[in-house]
Structure formats: C-alpha cells, structure tokens
C-alpha cells in the first residue's frame, strides 16, 4: 500500500500552518501531531500547536526553537529536531493554500485510519 502523504508532504503542510495564525484558528484542533508520520515531526507540530493554544499566535521559529526543548522524544537529541525545524521553515510560503486544502485532507484520512486501527481489535 502507497503512503498518499510522504514524510516530505508532511512537512510541507506542516510549514504551511504553523506560521499561519489565521488557519491555526481555524484548525488547530483539526490537527493533531499524531496524524505525523515522524515523531520529530509530530513534535514540532505538537510544540506549535501548544504554542498556539497558550499565545492565541503562531509561534516564530525562535519560539518553537525554545519550546522543543521540553517535547524531545526518548533517545532523540535536540540538534535533530532544530535540523528539522530549519528543512520545515524553508518550506515556508511555498504553495501554501495548496498544502492548507491537503493538511484538511491529511487530518481527514488519519483520523479515519485511527479509527480503523482501534476497530481492529474489536472485530
């Protein structure tokens, strides 16, 4: 089975709302950082979104730069995820309304496969 939303798509939806105050209001509890692939990823956008929920603002790079610090997943090391953090900021402003139709889609078709997968067991 073919992953539709790449690691590589993920960033870029991720890049097109965590700067984007408007969508944030909109979405952010659409959204959720476990619908990321990575858990770098999953923190960033965990770390954004808590940013959010606190300062009613998207976060600048230098406030997600600061609040990672305190999200780090066991056995990851800051560096990775200020790495990550500087690929997801040059994605910035690169097709953004695309990416903001795709990350509703993106939050749609997790949740659906989070549903399937606690089904499972149930069967």
């Known amino acids: 089975m ?3 939303f790449s690691l590589d798509f993920q960033k870029h939806i991720l890049a097109s709302i965590i700067t984007d105050d408007k969508f944030l209001q909109e979405n952010s509890d659409v959204i959720k950082p476990e619908y990321f692939g990575d858990e770098i990823l999953a923190g960033l956008c965990s770390t954004a979104l808590d940013f959010f929920k606190k300062h009613k603002e998207a976060p600048a790079k230098s406030a997600i730069h600061k609040e990672i610090k305190s999200s780090l997943a066991p056995g990851r090391r800051l560096h990775e ?3 990550e953090l500087e690929e ?3 994605l910035v ?3 953004t309304p ?13 949740a659906v496969q989070g549903a ?3 089904a499972i067991p149930l069967i």
């Open 116 to 118: 399937v997968r606690a």
């Open 93 to 95: 402003g690169i097709n």
């Open 98 to 110: 695309y990416y903001h139709e795709q990350a509703t889609q993106f939050a749609r078709s997790q």
């Open 81 to 83: 995820y200020l790495d």
């Open 2 to 4: 073919s992953y539709k």
């Open 88 to 90: 997801v900021y040059k």
